[in-house]
């Protein structure tokens, strides 16, 4: 009886393919959260977040615990792999769960301009914005647009989504994005605050 070679090839491809698989590794960041006024977000709980912007999707990293910021506003994240992520957080006493998905897209739409003669300029900066609404979310005091002629869009702001959160940042037109490899130390600022 002749040995069949294709059984004791399969079980070397396997194990090849398997040796070949790198484990992805988990990370850990740590931070500093400041209201734009540099006072501590001491009591926010925060979580981080993939940002899917060709989907306008904003969906929390699973099994990874919110991070609550000391007296000093520090935080850290463990066990995540290293990305691209943004952070959405609510705001101590708030009784309001992180959903599973935030829709962005209304992030992307514009308004009437205010200064229709003016083009490629923040608006907002020299005078306090009150808060409005934009769709779903409520742009904070303080908030300022990008003037694109006769239409404006969102520029710097902190949003709020419903009535106790959660809130998250966008900075010169964008979702506040942070590149997390291991070890990251960064600053995360509340524009409103």
């Not at 952070?87 to 229709?116: C, F, H, Q, R």
């Not at 005078?127 to 520029?155: C, D, R």
Request: overall charge positive.
């Amino acid at each position: 009886m002749r040995a069949n070679w294709s059984y004791t090839l399969v079980p070397w491809a396997v194990a090849g393919c398997l040796l070949g698989q790198q484990p992805k590794a988990v990370t850990s960041a740590s931070g500093v959260f400041l209201g734009r006024s540099g006072k501590p977000m001491a009591g926010a709980r925060l979580t981080l977040c993939a940002a899917a912007l060709d989907q306008a999707k904003i969906t929390p990293i699973r099994n990874l615990p919110a991070a609550t910021a000391d007296k000093a506003g520090g935080f850290a994240f463990r066990g995540f792999t290293a990305g691209t992520y943004t952070i959405v957080y609510t705001l101590p006493g708030a009784d309001v769960s992180i959903p599973n998905e935030l829709d962005i897209s209304a992030l992307d739409s514009v308004a009437k301009s205010t200064m229709p003669l003016m083009a490629n300029i923040e608006l907002g900066r020299n005078q306090v914005n009150e808060a409005i609404l934009w769709g779903p979310f409520t742009l904070l005091k303080g908030h300022t647009f990008w003037s694109m002629g006769k239409n404006m869009k969102i520029y710097n702001a902190t949003l709020r989504r419903g009535q106790q959160g959660p809130y998250l940042e966008v900075r010169r037109g964008n979702i506040w994005l942070q590149d997390f490899q291991d070890k990251t130390q960064f600053k995360f600022d509340a524009w409103s605050f």
